[in-house]
């Protein structure tokens, strides 16, 4: 296969800078564009450039129609309205679209679904290789030790993260529901304050921390009596999530039209 012709959104962003040198760096792929919102301070500059790396010639836009038509791939890490929008203009130019977007809901499941008809989407909270894996712990264990094990996910992210919890772990919370074979959106535990009663059995506790520069920290806790079992994954830099998001992109290229996750990507199903 020849280089595959990739276009990076959020080109202004933390993620979006770091996912541009990774693509420059990387033998299988060539950067082909970049995009960011109208009126963003980036528009017009050389991607290359903004990302801390040698002038590439690529001009960051916010004319995504035109830009997405030139392209194999898409890789967006942007906002939820962005994501959606992008799975559309993604769908009509028959390419791949990875999303490593947080915030999502299953209010836009349904979008996404209708746009991978036509596309492939690789979707995912958490690009990680390792994070992919202890999801996948995470599921066997919740299957394993059954309900009167309590499970708490407790996450930590830097300062400027605006959302929660964050979308790795929701990923841990759909991996554990999916273990116990319960919907997470009826069993998870968000917010405590003042007078609670008692923890809900079956339930599914989140607690979040921000703070500093943290790249990001999770762990599942299943609670029992006498004994608790902790799985965790330390981020230690954003690259796992570049590195992640490239190998996804790369991988769909051949791919059927239709919605993937890293687990497909990874060969955990």
């Known amino acids: 296969m020849a280089e595959l ?35 963003a301070d980036c528009i017009g500059a050389d991607a290359g450039v903004l990302a801390g790396a040698a002038e590439a010639g690529v001009t960051v836009s916010d004319d995504a129609l035109a830009v997405l038509a030139q392209c194999d791939a898409l890789i967006d890490f942007t906002t939820p309205q962005a994501s959606l929008a992008f799975s559309e203009l993604a769908a009509q130019a028959r390419i791949v679209h990875v999303i490593g977007t947080t915030g999502l809901g299953p209010e836009h499941e349904q979008t996404f679904r209708a746009a991978s008809r036509h596309c492939r989407i690789v979707k ?26 309590d499970i ?9 993260k605006v959302d929660a919890p964050s979308g790795t772990a929701l990923l841990l919370g759909e991996a554990a529901a999916e273990g116990r ?25 989140f607690a979040t921390l921000r703070g500093g520069s943290v790249v990001g920290e999770h762990s599942v806790i299943f609670a029992g009596e006498g004994e608790w079992i902790e799985i965790a ?30 687990a497909d990507v990874l060969g955990l199903h």
Do not use: C, Q
Request: hydrophobic share 45%.
């Open 152 to 160: 708490e996910v407790l996450e930590m992210h830097h300062r400027h």
């Open 124 to 149: 995912s909270g958490n690009m990680s290789l390792g994070v992919n894996l202890v999801a996948g712990l995470v599921r066997r264990a919740a299957a394993a030790l059954g309900p009167e094990f």
């Open 181 to 205: 074979d319960i919907a997470l959106a009826e069993n998870s535990v968000r917010v405590r304050d003042g007078v609670t009663g008692p923890r809900p059995e079956g339930a599914i506790g």
């Open 5 to 39: 012709r990739t276009v990076v959104a959020g080109a202004g962003g933390r993620m979006g800078k770091a996912l541009i040198a990774a693509t420059l760096a990387h033998p299988e792929l060539k950067l082909v564009g970049a995009l960011d919102r109208e009126g």
């Open 233 to 262: 994954h330390h981020a230690l830099d954003r690259s796992i999530y570049t590195r992640g998001a490239l190998k996804a992109a790369l991988w769909a290229f051949d791919k059927k039209p239709g919605l993937y996750h890293m």
